[in-house]
């Protein structure tokens, strides 16, 4: 009798410590589940922080260092300002004016990843895009990408009217050619371009009000689509812009 108590004694003790040993087992896997789950958190947080700082598919590139050496790409640049932006600003003051601004700026970030732009910076009222030449004419992105965020504008009228009691629209300019791109800065890094292509779609767009024109592109973009069939490619005029000495065919576009 004596020999079976100490038997089922001993089984006791070692069912109990598999039961620790198992218990341990698994809140060893728990804690390392909780702690894997909090790095893939805040890894997947500071990588869409970084995206939406630097832009989708700048960060990659500048951890990797790409642009740490000035290097030369063939872009696409489009400068799209709002029309009537002194009025709006007298009629709806400061604040509200800031607000309208912001909800603009709001709706072309839903519009750019379906046409794969990249927003290089925001100036006032002005938004800079861009696109690697390939993937700006492909499916005519960089064009297509004007025409829809115009029409989520008026898709949104009845919200822009209930806020601010107008219907926001903005002229812009496309404009392709080389371009320098560099990592800059070291307490505020971000990678920018240089050269005389950026320039040339900046005067562009400031011309879109002499010639009553909400889209103007140059004649290397023109170039790329005169064979679509969703727009009308009008030539406008041949302009020498600010700074240069050879004159610059302009186009407008509009939809057909």
């Not at 990249?118 to 006032?124: N, P």
Request: proline content about 2%; glycine content about 6%.
């Amino acid at each position: 009798i004596t020999r079976i108590i100490g038997i089922a004694v001993e089984a006791k003790f070692i069912d109990n410590a598999d039961v620790q040993y198992s218990n341990l087992f698994f809140s060893s896997i728990s804690i390392s589940s909780t702690v894997y789950t909090i790095f893939m958190i805040a890894g997947i947080t500071f990588i869409k922080q970084m995206n939406n700082k630097f832009g989708p598919g700048i960060l990659i590139p500048m951890l990797l260092g790409k642009y740490r050496k000035p290097r030369e790409e063939e872009r696409i640049f489009m400068f799209m300002d709002l029309k009537s932006s002194t009025k709006y600003a007298e009629d709806l003051g400061h604040l509200k004016y800031s607000e309208m601004i912001q909800a603009c700026f709001r709706d072309v970030n839903k519009v750019l990843p379906k046409y794969f732009a990249e927003i290089y910076q925001y100036v006032g009222d002005e938004v800079v895009l861009t696109w690697l030449k390939e993937e700006g004419f492909n499916k005519l992105n960089c064009i297509n990408f004007y025409f829809a965020f115009n029409d989520l504008l008026n898709q949104k009228k009845d919200k822009y009217l209930k806020s601010f009691g107008v219907v926001p629209e903005f002229k812009a300019s496309i404009h392709l050619g080389k371009i320098i791109v560099a990592e800059v800065g070291d307490i505020k890094r971000e990678i920018a371009y240089h050269g005389d292509t950026i320039n040339t779609a900046s005067r562009i767009q400031a011309l879109c009000n002499l010639y009553d024109k909400n889209l103007l592109i140059s004649e290397a973009v023109k170039n790329k689509i005169a064979d679509s069939k969703h727009y009308s490619i009008d030539f406008i005029d041949e302009t020498i812009l600010k700074g240069k000495t050879k004159g610059v065919r302009l186009y407008s576009v509009k939809e057909r």
